[in-house]
């Protein structure tokens, strides 16, 4: 099946895998974060911008209210 993708512009179709992996990450991010899991949840958001995207402004609230969150917890628990 040699060339059965080649009505799509190779750039276009790395664009898209590129756009769905920013997606994912994000997404999973917020499910981390929704679990309690703030590093985890930062550590997505490093993982986009890692690879050179800008985050979403609603993300930078998201990561500082994590941040806060991971302190916090990190406070509680005792640990450093």
């Known amino acids: 099946m040699v060339g059965a993708m080649s009505t799509y512009p190779r750039a276009m179709l790395n664009s898209d895998r590129h756009l769905a992996a920013v997606a ?15 590093a985890d949840a930062l550590g997505w958001v490093r993982v986009v911008e890692a690879i050179g995207d800008a985050i979403p402004p609603e993300y930078e609230a998201k990561r500082r209210a994590w941040l806060s969150a991971l302190a916090a917890n990190r406070g509680v628990r005792g640990e450093s």
Do not use: N, V
């Open 24 to 38: 994912r990450s994000l997404g999973w991010a917020r499910e981390s974060a929704a679990r309690g899991d703030y």
